[in-house]
């Protein structure tokens, strides 16, 4: 009997791609999420800072987890690294599409993001592997 085939898998080696890669996944995911929940109830967008800085917050943790399980060592450093760009690209997406320029929720977001991510990679690293 012929067994099936295996698919080939796609494999992030670098874990800043990976990092990257997984928080704006949970980005998205939490983008959706609270999409649904303003459509589904009478709250206002204009209501919704909170829960923007919980949502780059989270995707940032899980990120820099992702990054320092991939990285051998210095979890803090690549998750660090990680919450710093995930921060320059979000302000970078956010002044292309909406000409929104830097301010005080960019710092706000950097406050949170590069500390959430940097103890997601100490976290990371220090899991199994395997």
């Known amino acids: 009997m012929n067994s099936i085939p295996k698919l080939p898998r796609f ?16 980005l998205s995911v939490g983008a959706v999420l609270v999409s649904l929940i303003v ?8 209501s919704l800072t909170g829960a923007t800085f919980l949502i780059h917050g989270i995707a940032s943790l899980f ?3 992702s990054s320092g399980r991939r990285s051998d060592n210095k979890g803090w450093y ?10 320059a690209i979000v302000v970078l997406v956010g002044f292309l599409s ?7 929720d960019t710092a706000v977001m950097l406050a949170i993001s590069l500390p ?3 103890v997601g990679g100490m976290v990371g ?5 395997g």
């Open 11 to 26: 494999r992030i080696t670098s874990p800043l791609l990976s990092g990257i890669v997984n928080a704006f996944i949970w």
């Open 39 to 46: 459509s589904a109830t009478n709250m206002t967008e204009d």
């Open 63 to 65: 990120g820099g987890f």
């Open 78 to 87: 690549h998750g660090a690294l990680l919450g710093l760009i995930y921060t």
């Open 98 to 104: 909406f000409d929104a320029g830097l301010g005080k």
């Open 116 to 118: 959430a991510a940097a």
């Open 125 to 129: 690293v220090n899991t199994k592997k």
